[in-house]
């Protein structure tokens, strides 16, 4: 189901289009440490056939849930086949491995990859090539949230015992 994969890669990149971002849009270099944030990710490259290979750094502090994706983009007041990319693909590395954590390299309209990353340094890159007759342009965004420790399950687990309990409790009461 390709079609599935790239209508929620579409509506990953438009919810952080579409959302007050924490960071961003940014072009590629250093979005620094990120806690609990959206960067929203963008860059235009001019020139048909151009190797599209950015690098965008960043730290997590702990154990983090992340949800990247990307996908083309038309900017605004553009031609449809002004500016267009054949996305390649798009990984994450830590800064001390060469082997990739996270990826997506299957090709067609949206990319999409969701996992859990520890804290360290590490470093997206998006590769593809320019297609349009001015060049091509590419928008994504990268979520990050914390993982919840143990502790914090266990203390749901009791507070919804205490409710059961309660509930329970007032029927009987009736």
Do not use: C, H
């Not at 590629?28 to 609990?36: A, E, M, Q, R, V």
């Not at 048909?48 to 983090?64: A, M």
């Not at 990826?103 to 349009?132: C, E, H, I, R």
């Amino acid at each position: 189901m390709p079609w599935t994969k790239s209508l929620l890669a579409a509506a990953v990149v438009g919810a952080s289009l579409s959302a007050q971002a924490a960071i961003g849009p940014v072009g590629p270099g250093d979005l620094g440490l990120i806690t609990t944030d959206t960067a929203t990710l963008v860059n235009a490259i001019a020139g048909t056939n151009t190797d599209i290979n950015d690098s965008y750094t960043f730290s997590l502090s702990g154990l983090s849930n992340i949800v990247a994706a990307f996908a083309d983009f038309t900017p605004p007041n553009t031609n449809a086949g002004d500016f267009s990319t054949n996305l390649a693909g798009f990984a994450i590395f830590s800064t001390s491995s060469a082997t990739p954590l996270l990826f997506d390299n299957t090709p067609g309209d949206g990319l999409l990859v969701a996992g859990q990353l520890g804290a360290g340094s590490y470093v997206l890159t998006v590769l593809g090539t320019t297609t349009g007759t001015l060049g091509g342009a590419y928008a994504g965004g990268l979520a990050v949230a914390a993982v919840p420790e143990p502790a914090t399950y266990l203390m749901m687990a009791l507070g919804m015992a205490a409710l059961g309990g309660w509930s329970m409790r007032q029927r009987r009461g009736r």
